[in-house]
Every structure is written in C-alpha cells, then in structure tokens.
C-alpha cells in the first residue's frame, strides 16, 4: 500500500471520498441493455454443447470481423482470437514475442503494461509521447527503441491516460518503421469508439483509425487489442479479443497456441458478444455519445480553473493536467505531485492520481483523472479543487 492509498483509506473512516479517477462504468449510470443479456442468454442455453477452441466461438468471431467491416477494415473470422479481457490477451502477446524481446511501450503509459511485461520477465523498453504537441507520437524515440532491440511497437489509441488518439499518418509511420524492422504492431483500441469528431451511421457506430488498415497496406503484421469493456461499458461480461490481419503467420498460430492452454472465454460471453454486436449497435453508440457530453462537461468545468494548464482531452475517458510548480507550492506547500495528491485526500476529500504514476516526469507536477463519471460528481470534484488551489498554504 503506498502513501496515497493509506491517505485515501484512513480518510474514508470518517466519510467518503470522491473519486476523480473512477472508471467503472456501472457507478457512472452506464450499463450493458438487460435485452442484451436475455438474449444472449437464450441463444447461449439454445446451443448446449461446448465446443472448445483456442480462438473462440466462431459465431462471435464473424460478428466481429463484420464489426471490422462495417468500418471498411478487412479482417477473417479465423484472425480474431477471443480472451477474457485485454490483461489475459497482452499476456499473451508478450509471452509469445520472439526472442524475449521487449515491447516498446509508449510513455506516459497506464502501469497495468510495464506489469504484464514484468511477469512475463521482460522488461520494456520505452518510447515518448510528447506534451508539447499534445502527447503526440516522438518519432525519434520510437526509431531508438527498436535499435534497443524491441520486438513489437505498441500504440494505445486512444491513449490511456493522455486522451489523444494516434492520428492516420503517424500510424503509417509506426506502420512503415515496424514493416522495416521486421517487428510487429500492437495497437490497444478499447476507446477506439470514445473519440471526438466521430461519423455514426446506422450500421457503424464511429471509431478511431485502426492500425489494422494501414498495416495491411504496408505488410506489417498487426494485432489489435479490443473488447467490450470500454465500448460497451460491459466490464463484468470479460469478453476482449486480439485481431490481427495476418491470419496465416507463424506469430499468430503461436499467440492460438498459448491460448489453447487458457481456453479463457466463457460460452455466455461469447453470446453476449454475437448479440451485442448483432443487434445492439444503438447501445454502443449511446454509451460513445454518453462519454463525449461528458468529455465536453469536464472541459467547460476544467477552464473555469485559471491555475490548471490542461491537455484538452479529445479522445478515451481520462485527461491530463499539471499545477505551475510555484503555485502548486502557494497552495498545497509542495511542488510533489505525490503531496498534493494526498493533501487533497485529507483537506479535500478529492481523490486523484499524480502524474508519476503513469511515468510522466516533468518540472510542474502534474495530475491525472476521469471525467467518466456522472457530471455532477465531476463537477463537484472540479470544484474542490479549484477551492484547494485558490486558498494558500498555511
């Protein structure tokens, strides 16, 4: 348990804490269609047997190659693997990299990728987004962490926790570098649908860019990370997939492989998947425009705070923000992005991350939250702080 986290349970004895970095979906009023669920479930008890497959029930695996190809993006039934969630489908990715070479991993990151690395035992090497162009891709860095010898290059699009999602031509470059050194893409796209400036039609609900399109034009063997958690707020169904659009390549029959030892979805999530993505498209675009008018909720908020200098988030449910260090010092008595994340615990009640957990590591601290939650409460939690960084430290 680290400091912030002891701050934050000592303080809940005496009352709650509002939580400005909740990500769960059902806390925020957004929910997977009880129609969904009983659907999905008579169609699961109407197929009794179990047939088991590394890859997954091939009726829910059509479905999502469909759900590619209703976005214009060519992918086979046979080169979707389904998991029980992005943890277990990274897990398996990095365990089956040739070699034990290292991922390339964007920084600033969310910490669960350096995690999974570790346990498989290897240890990343990193690349930078940069704050100066709002946490776009550091081409350079990328260019030096497959000198470093990294065996895939990995992109979060939209970007957890940085609210940017890679734009088209920097995806043909990672593409195009990735192809040239002989190494895979890994692109993590569960916010894919969470984007702003988005075109929803009544057969496909809008996406971000995927790496699938353009690594197939550039013979780059790319494996996509995605699942219902996010785009469907469908946490508890654990249903992710990794698809890739080199079906026949010997990465993938490896990745199939080590998944046959796993076996991980559940038959109910595989049905849960064919029917949500067969018929519930309106509940995909509800929660995506759910997201956006709460994205647009906290950037009104966030500028009535003249003391913030904010990345303005265009994409995924988190966003990033830094404090001048010298009026951070004014108000909290520290520049340290730890101390005023838990002196606004115990003055505040306001819970939220500093930027060091995600690796970012610059001279004014610098904060991360979530604006998925209802409006009010991020509301509230804006307006706590901005009453902590009005008065001064005594």
Request: glycine share 8%.
């Amino acid at each position: 348990m680290n400091r912030l986290h002891r701050a934050r349970v000592d303080a809940e004895k005496s009352g709650e804490v509002l939580d400005l970095v909740d990500t769960h979906f059902g806390r925020a009023g957004l929910h997977l269609p009880e129609t969904i669920v009983e659907r999905a479930f008579r169609q699961w008890r109407g197929e009794p047997d179990y047939n088991a497959s590394a890859l997954g029930r091939l009726g829910t695996r059509r479905a999502i190659a469909d759900w590619y190809g209703r976005h214009k993006i060519n992918v086979e039934a046979e080169g979707v693997l389904l998991t029980a969630g992005s943890t277990l489908s990274y897990h398996l990715l990095f365990a089956t990299l040739p070699g034990d070479r290292p991922p390339a991993l964007p920084k600033p990151a969310y910490p669960l990728f350096e995690e999974i690395a570790t346990l498989n035992r290897i240890q990343p090497v990193w690349y930078a987004l940069d704050p100066g162009e709002n946490w776009r891709i550091d081409r350079a860095s990328v260019e030096r962490a497959i000198r470093r010898g990294a065996g895939c290059v990995v992109l979060v699009t939209p970007n957890n926790p940085c609210g940017t999602a890679v734009d088209a031509d920097d995806l043909r470059w990672v593409c195009g570098v990735a192809a040239a050194a002989g190494i895979p893409v890994v692109s993590d796209e569960v916010f894919a649908t969470f984007t702003n400036g988005l075109v929803s039609t009544p057969e496909a609900p809008g996406r971000a860019p995927s790496a699938l399109a353009c690594g197939s034009s550039l013979g780059t063997d790319v494996f996509v990370v995605d699942g219902l958690s996010k785009s469907a707020a469908a946490p508890e169904v654990k249903l992710g997939w990794i698809a890739t659009n080199n079906a026949h390549g010997t990465l993938w029959r490896s990745i199939e492989f080590a998944h046959d030892a796993y076996l991980s979805t559940s038959a109910f999530a595989e049905h849960v998947g064919s029917v949500l993505l067969r018929h519930g498209l309106e509940h995909l675009r509800s929660v995506a425009v759910a997201v956006a008018a709460r994205r647009r909720a906290f950037l009104r908020g966030a500028a009535q705070i003249e003391a913030l200098k904010l990345y303005p988030p265009a994409a995924g449910i988190h966003a990033v923000f830094a404090i001048e260090r010298n009026r951070a010092a004014e108000a909290f008595g520290s520049a340290d992005d730890e101390e005023i994340a838990i002196e606004l615990v115990r003055r505040e009640r306001l819970f939220l991350h500093p930027g060091y957990l995600y690796g970012i590591d610059m001279e004014d601290p610098h904060f991360v939250v979530s604006y998925l939650g209802r409006e009010e409460t991020t509301r509230d939690g804006l307006n706590r702080l901005g009453a902590a960084l009005a008065r001064r430290s005594t």
